[in-house]
């Protein structure tokens, strides 16, 4: 069975750090496409950052230059390092393996909330 174990969230202030880390299957990682999406309370859930299997990153413009995605193939995880927090990063943050027309995985999300 396939699962995608985020951890990472919490409350933290405008302008701080956090780094989520997402621990997956070893049976997909290394040939998925691994994102970070979020979700904020009366949205919908948008991309904040991919990565490819061979290190390829997009990133949502709100959040280019403040956030980072990596991942260790040898570890089966991805990671997403954010800096200069806003308020408006608050939300729910979701972990996403995908490989075109083969699977889209989703993990239970981490709750990140910025104070201001």
């Known amino acids: 069975q396939v699962q995608l174990v985020e951890s990472g969230g919490g409350l933290v202030q405008a302008g701080g750090s956090l780094r989520l880390s997402c621990a997956a299957s070893?049976?997909?990682?290394?040939?998925?496409?691994m994102g970070w999406y979020r979700q904020a309370p009366g949205k919908q859930r948008e991309l904040v950052a991919t990565?490819?299997?061979?290190?390829?990153?997009n990133y949502a413009d709100s959040v280019k230059g403040r956030f980072t995605i990596s991942r260790d193939n040898a570890k089966n995880t991805v990671w997403l390092q954010m800096d200069s927090l806003k308020p408006e990063d608050t939300a729910d943050y979701y972990c996403?393996?995908?490989?075109?027309?083969?699977?889209?995985?989703w993990g239970q999300g981490t709750q990140v909330t910025v104070s201001s």
């Open positions: 996403n393996a995908f490989k075109v027309r083969s699977f889209n995985y």
């Open positions: 070893a049976s997909i990682f290394s040939i998925s496409v």
């Open positions: 990565i490819t299997n061979d290190g390829r990153t």
